[in-house]
């Protein structure tokens, strides 16, 4: 029995022992990319030039006031920052203190806005285009996530809640702070999310937790969980641009729901009996 079991152990590493060799070796390179100054910083600045150029008036409104839509374009941009600044008390100039960044950004805004004949922008929103950009920022938000979970902690180390929220709020910060940003661009289409809650800040928050939580109790390499999460959010998004949005958590949260109130329920009826008696 014992050389059937390690006859079966050596036919799964000849055969399965190369192909996970080449996915660590790919999560560790994903994993080791900088946010900055490679492709996930552009992609960012240049997924919110276009979402934001979509909104209605937003071209009018980047023509009538250039300054107001470049620094809205940069705040929402660097919004995951900025709300984990401000959750862990850390300085917000060092969200702007990076003016390479800065330029990165207002060219990005200028060529999605003001590029001759708009060619920049029809080059970008084209389906095949769009959808290479979009796959590379939902990459980008699973970094994000990690990052977010790694600075909070360096204050909180045994917090999986704290590390939780501060990866939600890194990935999903343009969800935060989009409706602070209606005042530089009136009919901006935002709502709060405390109230409606996105696919992308549950997304950020489930994923905030894996890594929080794998972080504390070590149950596999973490360049694999981000690749994991990575592909994750990927699909979700295509499945929204192509298709329709698909919500994983709709139906925990449906059988959730009703267990709390199906047990709120029972209590309160048990006490309201307990006192008719």
């Not at 071209?59 to 107001?68: L, Y």
């Not at 620094?71 to 990076?98: E, F, W």
Request: positive net charge.
């Amino acid at each position: 029995t014992n050389n059937n079991l390690r006859r079966n152990e050596n036919m799964f590493e000849d055969v399965w022992g190369p192909g996970i060799d080449h996915l660590t070796s790919a999560a560790k390179v994903y994993a080791s990319a900088p946010l900055f100054p490679y492709f996930f910083s552009i992609v960012t600045f240049l997924v919110t030039a276009i979402a934001l150029r979509k909104e209605p008036n937003g071209i009018d409104h980047a023509h009538r006031h250039p300054i107001a839509s470049c620094v809205m374009n940069y705040i929402v941009a660097s919004s995951g920052a900025i709300v984990l600044s401000v959750m862990l008390a850390k300085p917000l100039l060092d969200c702007v203190a990076n003016g390479y960044s800065l330029l990165l950004g207002t060219v990005i805004w200028f060529l999605v806005y003001f590029s001759p004949f708009d060619f920049f922008y029809r080059v970008c929103t084209c389906k095949p285009i769009y959808l290479i950009v979009v796959g590379i920022e939902e990459l980008a938000r699973a970094k994000k996530v990690m990052d977010g979970v790694k600075l909070a902690a360096v204050d909180y180390p045994t917090s999986i809640a704290v590390m939780a929220l501060a990866g939600m709020f890194r990935g999903s910060g343009k969800r935060w702070t989009i409706t602070l940003c209606q005042k530089l661009q009136p009919g901006l289409k935002a709502t709060v999310e405390l109230l409606n809650v996105s696919l992308v800040t549950k997304s950020s928050l489930l994923l905030g937790a894996i890594f929080a939580y794998n972080r504390l109790n070590p149950i596999g390499d973490d360049c694999l969980f981000l690749l994991g999460g990575g592909i994750f959010l990927v699909v979700l998004k295509f499945s929204e641009l192509l298709w329709r949005e698909l919500d994983p958590f709709t139906t925990p949260q449906y059988f959730a729901w009703r267990a709390l109130t199906s047990t709120a329920s029972t209590t309160v009826k048990i006490s309201d009996h307990s006192k008719a008696e």
